[in-house]
């Protein structure tokens, strides 16, 4: 049957090894660029200058009529940087501690997927093809970085990991989802947004580890320069995807 708001192509990549490389990487870079902006613009002018980025970002990609490499992956970046800023004025600004947060932006994602879910009957990526699937699946991406920069925060300064022990430990619970999925067939929707949302965490506690310095369990590398190298990775692996998946087919 015809379906005038339906689209024949996803507005969302193939999920393959690079595409969790990359996304790993965003997350890494949205961190650091998120610090940078706000120790040296101020936590004002920088969360200002996110939130512009990131609607300037999200309107590009609901203009595009289909799977566009590097307009969906600035869209991921600004959604990265501007989700650090999001849970980082909740405890910074507003007191909040990150254990709260942490649960705060759980239940909101959790809400957010039951509202995706009663409304579309799915919570497959490979749906995205109409303008309300693709609001469901932003909204839900903001929401997963959100939670996880909290839970990162979390596992490294409340409980004392430290950055280096919770990267570590993130990098063993992403490992659950793939085990879950060749092991015992579990759920494909469920092990990737469970994935999808450890990658958070474990980019973003192996890039404050590298920028931050020595007296914060640190390599000392700076925010900077940690974010300049992690967006040159990112624009050579985009690079590929624009040459390799540029068509947008599943």
């Known amino acids: 049957m015809y ?20 996304k790993i990487l965003t997350t890494g870079m949205g961190e650091t660029a998120s610090d940078y ?10 969360v200002a200058l996110g939130g512009i980025g990131l609607v300037f970002a999200l309107l590009l990609q609901f203009s595009v009529k289909r799977y566009i490499p590097w307009v969906y992956w600035l869209a991921v970046v600004m959604v990265s940087v501007f989700g650090t800023m999001a849970a980082d ?17 759980t239940v909101a994602l959790g809400a957010i997927f039951f509202i995706w879910h009663k409304n579309e009957r ?18 839900t991406v903001l929401a997963t970085f959100a ?13 004392h990991l430290g950055y280096f022990s919770s990267g570590i430990l993130f990098a063993v619970l992403i490992a659950v989802p793939a085990f879950l999925r060749w092991k015992f067939q579990a759920n ?12 958070r965490p474990l980019g973003a506690s192996f890039s404050d580890w590298a920028g ?10 700076g925010t900077g320069p940690v974010t300049v190298v992690l967006t040159i990775v990112i624009i ?7 040459v390799n998946q540029g068509d947008g087919k599943k």
Not at 3 to 22: G, H, M
Not at 37 to 46: E, V
Not at 89 to 105: D, K, N, Q, R
Not at 236 to 242: A, D
Request: proline share 5%; charged share 10%; with cysteine.
């Open 3 to 22: 379906q005038p708001n339906r689209q024949l192509i996803s507005k969302v990549p193939e999920v393959t090894a690079l595409f969790w490389i990359t």
């Open 37 to 46: 902006l706000a120790h040296t613009l101020g936590s004002i002018p920088a």
């Open 89 to 105: 004025v909740l405890h910074i600004a507003l007191g909040v501690p990150y254990i709260a947060s942490t649960l705060f932006f």
């Open 122 to 139: 799915t919570l497959s990526i490979h749906s995205i093809t109409n303008v309300r699937r693709e609001s469901f699946y932003w909204m």
């Open 147 to 159: 939670l996880g920069t909290a839970a990162g925060d979390m596992t490294a300064t409340t409980l």
């Open 188 to 199: 494909e929707i469920f092990t990737f947004w469970f994935a999808y949302i450890i990658t």
């Open 212 to 221: 931050v310095s020595p007296a914060r369990g640190g390599l000392g590398l």
């Open 236 to 242: 050579g692996c985009v690079g590929y995807l624009s």
